[in-house]
T-cell receptor, first 112, second 117 residues
Framework: KQEVTQIPAALSVPEGENLVLNCSFT??????LQWFRQDPGKGLTSLLL?????REQTSGRLNASLDKSSGRSTLYIAASQPGDSATYLC???????????FGDGTTLTVKP | GAVVSQHPSRVICKSGTSVKIECRSL??????MFWYRQFPKQSLMLMAT?????????EQGVEKDKFLINHASLTLSTLTVTSAHPEDSSFYIC?????????????FGPGTRLTVL
């Protein structure tokens, strides 16, 4: 059974800092990995999707990397802003049948 | 991009009543939809997989008679919480897997917050 762990559970940084969020998974035979953002009381916003054949994806100030063999992914956020404050969730799919296993998330606070 | 909607976005009901939540894929067909539940300050847990034209597959520990799922068309799946109780209060999120005959990922709805009084 796939298990997904996210470290740290919470992170507080001053505005402008670069930061890294970590996601690890136990079953490396994944189909894809996705990073989401969730604001309090809201739904999910997809940030980056990495297919199993890819090593990284970039969107603006966000960069996600994937190392399948070690069962790890990182989300790098450059030049953090207060608007980046949210919970970031990592989700892993083991097949193209879609269903995902989510980590518990990292709650990020960026202080002005 | 692919859009998935949920209705209602928020519902408050009395204990013992049933509540229906709709999940629609607006611009694509989805033979498979998923229902997740999220308790406060916790992550999403998969409840069931909904397949168009067949019975849903429930995850271990999820009561199929309490959480009725119907996937009657390629763009609509419904989740009915029967005889709701306060412990059913949660955030319910659906996702839809596009039917394109190739590889793809699921698209998530905005969620429905259920509060049972």
């Amino acid at each position: 059974k796939q298990e997904v762990t996210q470290i740290p559970a919470a992170l507080s940084v001053p505005e402008g800092e670069n930061l890294v969020l970590n996601c690890s998974f136990t079953d490396s035979a994944i189909y894809n990995l996705q990073w989401f953002r969730q604001d309090p009381g809201k739904g999910l916003t997809s940030l980056l999707l990495i297919q199993s054949s890819q090593r990284e994806q970039t969107s603006g100030r966000l960069n996600a990397s994937l190392d399948k063999s070690s069962g790890r992914s990182t989300l790098y956020i450059a030049a953090s802003q207060p608007g980046d404050s949210a919970t970031y969730l990592c989700a892993v799919s083991n097949t193209n049948a879609g269903k995902s296993t989510f980590g518990d998330g990292t709650t990020l606070t960026v202080k002005p | 991009g692919a859009v998935v909607s949920q209705h209602p976005s928020r519902v408050i009901c009395k204990s013992g009543t049933s509540v229906k939540i709709e999940c629609r894929s607006l611009d694509f067909q989805a033979t498979t939809m998923f229902w997740y539940r999220q308790f406060p300050k916790q992550s999403l847990m998969l409840m069931a997989t909904s397949n168009e034209g067949s019975k849903a597959t429930y995850e271990q520990g999820v009561e199929k008679d309490k959480f009725l799922i119907n996937h009657a068309s390629l763009t609509l799946s419904t989740l009915t919480v029967t005889s709701a109780h306060p412990e059913d209060s949660s955030f319910y999120i659906c996702s839809a897997l596009p039917w394109r005959g190739g590889t793809d990922t699921q698209y998530f709805g905005p969620g429905t917050r259920l509060t049972v009084l």
